[in-house]
């Protein structure tokens, strides 16, 4: 199961309190109090694991630990050790108490999302020519609380959309060997599949329908995921009755929830084409070039039309220089 948003608290750690000592050998009178150590801090880093979220379903508090307490004979408090988050490529931090987003985007990516208390400072540094005594010394300070929201958007250079049992999963596995789950049933795909076509990551977006922008069906939970990629590859059954309301409705609904993804590069598939005779395949592809002319037909039953396929996307993978 892929879990692409969780909402968790993080907690930095406290910075160690200072400490009151003295230096009991013979004629020794000053002070010898160290600093408490500082609080751990809590970061984010990247992972390739798409399912990296899954471990923040049930745990929802992350503290980092405190800073040790200063000693005698100065000698500071160990700092606290670092809490390391690790999400996946692709994941945005939403920041729900200062209203601040960060977002990993590359391998070596490493974030502060909350960062540790100070130590507070011994006795030792309270001295002074007229207090070679002193017993002041300081609280260690709290570290950073946050709510935070951790979204994944998935980073596909390609995203297959389309009506539900458009034949995407099956496309998918086609090309990509990526064992999807496929049945014809609407939202067989429950969550995004992915597959890797010679370095080009190729998302299978879950089956959308007319309101999706709104909340229907599986709603704006899928539509996240399209906004990164590269191009659009919009699946339409052969067994649709009206393919050009389909593909408006599909349209619509994406320009709704973000009007910069009508700008991606798109082509159609006109996918399924085993069900019709080569009479009705010429004529639902003719209709289909109207919109889009680099429409292609595609059965996964065809090696011809699979190769087809393939000869585009390696055309797409050396456009994008992937």
């Given at each position: 199961?892929?879990?692409?948003?969780?909402?968790?608290?993080?907690?930095?750690?406290?910075?160690?309190?200072?400490?009151?000592?003295?230096d009991?050998?013979?004629?020794?009178?000053?002070?010898?109090?160290?600093?408490g150590?500082?609080?751990?801090s809590?970061?984010?880093?990247?992972?390739?694991?798409?399912?990296?979220?899954?471990?923040?379903?049930?745990?929802k508090?992350f503290p980092?630990?405190?800073?040790?307490?200063?000693?005698?004979?100065?000698?500071?408090?160990?700092?606290?050790?670092?809490?390391?988050?690790?999400?996946?490529?692709?994941?945005?931090?939403?920041?729900?108490?200062?209203?601040?987003?960060?977002?990993?985007?590359?391998?070596?990516?490493?974030?502060?999302?909350?960062?540790?208390?100070?130590?507070?400072?011994?006795?030792?540094?309270?001295?002074?020519?007229?207090?070679?005594?002193?017993k002041?010394?300081?609280?260690?300070?709290?570290?950073?609380?946050?709510?935070?929201?951790?979204?994944?958007?998935?980073i596909?250079?390609?995203?297959?959309?389309?009506?539900?049992?458009?034949?995407?999963?099956?496309?998918?596995n086609a090309?990509?060997?990526?064992?999807?789950?496929?049945?014809?049933?609407p939202f067989t795909?429950?969550?995004?599949?992915?597959?890797?076509?010679?370095?080009?990551i190729?998302?299978?977006?879950?089956?959308?329908?007319?309101?999706?922008?709104?909340?229907?069906?599986?709603?704006?939970k899928?539509?996240?995921?399209?906004?990164?990629?590269?191009?659009?590859i919009?699946?339409?059954?052969?067994?649709?009755k009206?393919?050009?309301?389909?593909?408006?409705?599909?349209?619509?609904?994406?320009?709704k929830?973000?009007?910069?993804?009508?700008?991606?590069?798109?082509?159609i598939?006109?996918?399924?084409?085993?069900?019709?005779?080569?009479?009705?395949?010429?004529?639902?592809?003719?209709?289909?070039?109207?919109?889009?002319?680099?429409?292609?037909?595609?059965s996964?039953?065809?090696?011809?039309?699979?190769?087809?396929?393939?000869?585009?996307?390696l055309?797409?993978?050396?456009?994008?220089?992937?």
């Amino acid at each position: 199961m892929l879990i692409d948003e969780v909402r968790i608290k993080i907690a930095a750690g406290k910075g160690g309190d200072g400490c009151v000592a003295f230096d009991k050998s013979k004629g020794g009178r000053g002070p010898t109090g160290a600093s408490g150590g500082r609080g751990g801090s809590v970061y984010m880093t990247a992972t390739s694991n798409l399912t990296a979220l899954n471990k923040f379903r049930f745990k929802k508090e992350f503290p980092a630990e405190d800073g040790k307490d200063g000693q005698n004979r100065l000698l500071d408090g160990r700092s606290g050790e670092d809490l390391i988050l690790q999400v996946p490529i692709g994941t945005i931090a939403h920041n729900l108490d200062t209203r601040r987003d960060f977002e990993i985007l590359k391998p070596d990516d490493k974030i502060l999302l909350a960062k540790g208390g100070k130590g507070g400072r011994g006795n030792w540094f309270f001295r002074s020519s007229t207090n070679t005594t002193p017993k002041e010394w300081e609280q260690g300070k709290p570290g950073e609380e946050f709510n935070i929201t951790l979204e994944l958007r998935l980073i596909a250079q390609i995203g297959l959309i389309g009506f539900p049992s458009a034949g995407k999963s099956s496309l998918l596995n086609a090309i990509t060997k990526a064992e999807a789950k496929v049945a014809a049933y609407p939202f067989t795909t429950l969550e995004p599949n992915l597959g890797d076509f010679y370095g080009l990551i190729i998302a299978d977006i879950p089956g959308l329908i007319e309101g999706a922008s709104e909340g229907k069906g599986l709603g704006t939970k899928f539509l996240r995921h399209i906004k990164r990629t590269n191009v659009l590859i919009h699946c339409i059954s052969a067994e649709s009755k009206d393919l050009k309301k389909d593909y408006e409705i599909i349209r619509s609904e994406l320009i709704k929830y973000a009007p910069e993804l009508k700008e991606k590069k798109e082509y159609i598939f006109l996918t399924k084409t085993d069900l019709l005779d080569k009479e009705e395949k010429a004529k639902k592809l003719k209709e289909l070039k109207k919109i889009n002319p680099d429409a292609l037909p595609v059965s996964i039953y065809d090696y011809d039309e699979v190769e087809e396929v393939k000869k585009l996307l390696l055309k797409i993978k050396n456009d994008l220089r992937v």
